[in-house]
């Protein structure tokens, strides 16, 4: 029961980082200054390293489309890859716990895809329509990207960088 606590925990970690492996370019902050955030679109992958316990391999990878600071679309794409059909079962069981967290909030589009040898939970979040209080009400005030009702860039670089993820731009 720990143990799968313990997964839950991981995997909810990274779902507050919305929510990889490698990157295409040296790690170094895409956007140093507010200003730059404040007159800047575009677009940025991310991905992220972790330690993972033996037998699984861990994919982590975010899209973001943004305008002025304001991140307007977050696509991720979280997974794992395990010949272990209890590895598979736990993280299954994790993404579907968090996935029944956001059912029914309308602009947050998630689904758990198993195979043989992976589960992948695929999320976008679409921040210039889904509801933000409905969202608070679910995530919390506290840690939260959210700033002035908009998801900020800015905040999710932050807490984004302290787990190790890299950016650049598209």
């Known amino acids: 029961m720990m143990k799968k606590n313990k997964i839950i925990f991981i995997v909810i970690i990274f779902t507050l980082i919305i ?7 040296p790690s170094k902050d895409v956007i140093e200054s507010k200003d730059q955030l404040n007159n800047k679109s575009g677009s940025m992958s991310c991905t992220r390293q972790v330690n993972a316990p033996s037998g ?25 890859e395990s010949s ?26 998630s689904k758990v895809t198993r195979t043989d040898n992976s589960v992948t939970r695929d999320t976008t ?5 889904i509801n933000i209080n409905k969202l608070l009400e679910i995530e919390g005030e506290e840690d939260n990207i959210i700033e002035n009702g908009k998801a900020s860039l800015k905040l999710w670089l932050k807490f984004a960088k302290k787990f190790g993820t890299t950016c650049h731009e598209d």
């Open 56 to 80: 699984v391999k861990p994919t982590l990878s975010y899209d973001i489309t943004y305008k002025n600071n304001e991140i307007l679309v977050l696509h991720s794409i979280e997974g794992i």
């Open 125 to 129: 979040i679409n921040y210039e329509k």
């Open 19 to 25: 929510t990889g492996c490698g990157h295409k370019k």
């Open 84 to 109: 272990t059909k209890e590895n598979l079962d736990e993280y299954e069981e994790a993404y579907k716990k968090i996935n029944n967290n956001y059912k029914g909030l309308k602009y947050y589009d």
